[in-house]
């Protein structure tokens, strides 16, 4: 399988605390990647050093190489905003924009950046809301608020905003912690589908949702990837104690 | 035993009477102003008062036209430079500047709202009125924007502050840079809370007469240049009620309560947004 991202020696600091602790690792294309591991060992903080999401955080320092194809995206000539582009993230939390209506939230990416063509529009709405399976539950109210939605039509509505702007990764930071199972089993199924163009990447607490969703498996321990591999492998016959321990809920 | 009941009701009485007494005295001065004004000014009140400017001592009548536009427009002027000083300071605290320079404006301007508002009238003398040889327009609302200013900024920053963190992350990890995030997301959001503090630092700044008093110096004629000394509604009350004549003492409660009302007015617009649903 083709690469689409590759860690190599990522560091991250916050302040003195070391949060990620050399990590490489190559997230393959066209597929899904989980990242799983107890809380606090560093999933949040890797994910959101694949979009620069630390630049705002005035206390992180990440050192390393991010390659994207072949651009390391952390190259000084490389503008931040032009990775985010190419990488696009989906929320723990569902955060669609709460002042604008569903219609809008859809191509907030292209109305944020002024670049939304009038005649696009509409073309773009349906087709993304159809691909996160939402056109059906609101296509007669477009032009309501999104917070009228309920939290798993939210976390779609946020799914779809994301692929409309194209993407090539989708970042997901337990995109179901906040749903419940129905709205969960949708989400799944999406990500499902996601694959086939774009390379997805999730971190979720939730084990069964792993090995449901993902390819391939990452094991973070206090700040150290402990293993990769297949899925299927991680999830029968990992190769290290501390994986099993954790995916057979012995650990502590 | 049986007794207690009856002492906590009375106890129950006695403070409830108490807070009551406590919210009269709070609300008394307000209406005792409010009514006085009411009564001195009122019946100087008629169209003169807005369209005439103010008599040469003797002859009767006259208003306080060149006092309300002179008002209007240094507030409009000290609002072009505090309100952009005041948003711009406080977009760079919450959103760029994470940083040491960024306590030390913080410290400044809470310093600034501290100063006595003569003080900064004498610092807009100093600084404008000796150099340019003469009380201006222009020193009026520089000194008017020195006190906006600081109230400005803070109210913007604890608005700005309540985005939520998760609304600028969705913007920019949809590829939007931070500066139109700033701009279409969380200022957008923090609106109406910006809104309401402008009018109230204009409010404040409306009633301001110490730091007029050596800047535009006051103007019993309409003013043609904006380096020339002008009128202000505050600095003709002042200056009317000192005077001996019982007409201008009139004239002055008139003044007064068109300020009153003025103040009134942009507290309760201040409100009005204040309240209004706040997206976040
Ligand atoms: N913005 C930040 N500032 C300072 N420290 C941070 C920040 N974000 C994360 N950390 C630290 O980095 C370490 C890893 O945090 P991270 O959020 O990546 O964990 P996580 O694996 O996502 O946990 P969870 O499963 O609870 O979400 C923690 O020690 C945390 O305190
Ligand atoms: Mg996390």
Redesign the pocket.
Known sequence: MQTKVTLENLNVH?GS?H?VKDVSLDFPENSVTAII?P???????VLRSLNRMHDL?P??RVTGRIMLDNTDIYDRAVDPVAVRRRIGMVFQKPNPFPAMSIHDNVVAGYKLTGSLKRSDAEDIVESCLKRVALWDEVKDRLKTSAMDLSGGQQQRLCIARTIAVQPEVILMDEPCSALDPIATLKIEELIEELKEQYTVII?T?NMQQAARVSDSTAFFYMGELIEFGLTKKIFTTPEKRQTEDYITGRFG | MKRTPSIRLIKNGLMTLLMVAATLAVLAPLGIIFVHILKMGASSISLDFFTQIPKPTGETGGGMANGLAGSTIMIAMSSLIGLPVGILGAVYLTEYGHNRFADAIRFSADVLAGVPSIITGMVAYTLLVVPMKGFSALAGAVALALIMIPIVLRTTEEQLKLVPGTLREASLALGVPLWRTTLQVTLASARTGIITGILLAIARIAGETAPLLFTALGNQFWSRKLTEPMAAIPLQIFNFAIAPYEDWHKLAWAGALVLVVIMFSLSLAARYFGRQKRYS
């Open positions: 916050f605390n949060a591991g809380s606090g060992c560093g999933k949040s903080t955080v206390s992180a971190v607490h």
